[in-house]
């Protein structure tokens, strides 16, 4: 298993999932900007914008290589001098808020020191929760961890829970999905079979997207449901520049920032002290997102 | 100088800024939400949105004490059992996108062992930059400054440079304006004046900000002013969650989630990889950001 083969196989895999995703919003298609990084690779980073079903999203793919900086050694807590990284990594707002935000990200890392690990997974956030959605959702995502190892989905479903949440809103991101890092050989399945997993996994991502996507035809959205999702997607912020691992180090360690922040939403929204209506669907949405659930 | 003095001096500032800010604004009054710490004290977190000048804005006073926590300890690097906290903060996002952002805080901070100190300071991010009323606003911080002593201007107008700042984006947040923290008799002034120099910069905020609002007289904002506020509130956004300290720490230890994000704007924007104009205002508002300078 050559790095070259993990970073082509996951170029083909970014090309492949933007693909699929000019199919789903059926009129819009993704740019493509080629960066380089001084110390060593570069990416591509694909983005569409006004689509008909994604009003901004982000597929991009990266492989870099370089020395192991200061920030990296403690951040990362890496031992080793020089390091590979290869990844794709995903962000989607959809136009309607009845249409979930997602994410994913596959990533294939090593040192010089012949260490190396996978991370990834997937993970949903709508605006409004619909609990047969999440099912089906969670559904697939179990369906593909346990092609791969019977103990998969459980780990890595309530790893995702406890990393997409919001601690200082007493929230979780969404309904959480996948999530998992440092995965090597010793997790039970062998190097080669890790890297199919993260292949299939980004394979899958498109279908599960297309799923939540057909699930339910909606009206045009209410000037109601339109702020909702402006306020959620604030919160989509508060998790990414407050809480997430990537994004932050990312930043800190002098990322490609346009890329790392492509996460970003739109447009967000905040109001002081927000209060909904009680019984309301939005107060339904908050009270999923207060606890983990067993959507399965 | 006793803490219940300087609690009540500030919780008296507060009143007066929002009072001068109702006059300027000319039409909306601020809202006043009370709360309380389980640990030890509590505040008032005075709000107003919708005004003729101000969109959205908040005005916050908090009186909190109780034990270093664990986390305290570390972030705060604090020897101590137990300490007491005050402050006022303040920050105002202007309906018009050539009015700036402005935001303030004095802060006062004590432990049992008998350390104590003060901070705080006043910075400017406008949306478009005009040199003639950067020079004014660090002409009046300056006068203040000097009124105290003769090193302040010079030992705060960098600190709040080098704080104010947003790295990822090789990008000042604003004009700047000063900052300082820490600060003890052995800054050259007695415990007392410092108290006065926070009180006195406090009561200048008011007129700072009216200095700026009365500045020039604008037409009714343009659609492409309007979304380069939204681009310039987004990095707004950003600087408070990925670098600001204060909001940082509040995050991290617990703090009163909806008064330390009262500093989020109503609304922001993000473009991938947005491209201005070149010899545009925009741009040339990206070339003073680009930099600190003298603005004196």
Redesign the interface.
Known sequence: MEKELIESRFRELQLHICNELEKIDGIQKFDE?QWTRSEGGGGF?R?I?NGKIIE?G?VAFSAVHGDVSEAMRKQLALEGNSFFATGVSIVLHPKHPRHPIIHMNVRYFELDSGKYWFGGGIDLTPHYVDEDAAKLFHKGLKEKCDAFHPDFYNKFKPWADTYFSLP??KETRGIGGIFFDHQDESCGISKNELFNFCVELGELFSVLYGQQIAFKSHDEATEREKKWQ?TRR?RY??FN??HDRGT?FG??S?GR??SI??S??????????LQVEKDSEEQKTLDYLSDFHDWI
């Open positions: 900007d980073t983005t914008v901004k982000g200082h809103r402006l604030g912020v508060e520049l407050l932050k930043i800190y002098g920032t346009e922040l492509m970003m939403p739109p447009m967000a929204e905040w109001t002081y002290n």
